[in-house]
């Protein structure tokens, strides 16, 4: 088979699109602001470490995990 066809032969004789064959056709994105992403990801994880803190007993560590970005 040709390295630069986008489609595969099946057994079946149907040919499916290979992965990624479009990829230049897809319009590019912007790159995030860095401080949202950041707010975002510590916004949906600092439950989860507060959880895991108040399982082991030590609440200050919980408070302690909210302070750790500006708010």
């Known amino acids: 088979m040709n390295a630069t066809r986008s489609m595969a032969t099946l057994a079946s004789g149907e040919e499916k699109v290979k992965t990624l064959s479009n990829q230049n056709k897809l319009p590019r994105l912007p790159v995030p ?9 510590l916004k949906s994880v600092i439950p989860v ?3 895991k803190v108040s399982r082991k007993g030590d609440p200050a560590q919980g408070s302690r995990l909210i302070t750790v970005w500006p708010k």
């Open 33 to 41: 602001d860095l401080d949202k992403s950041l707010e975002g990801y």
């Open 49 to 51: 470490l507060e959880q």
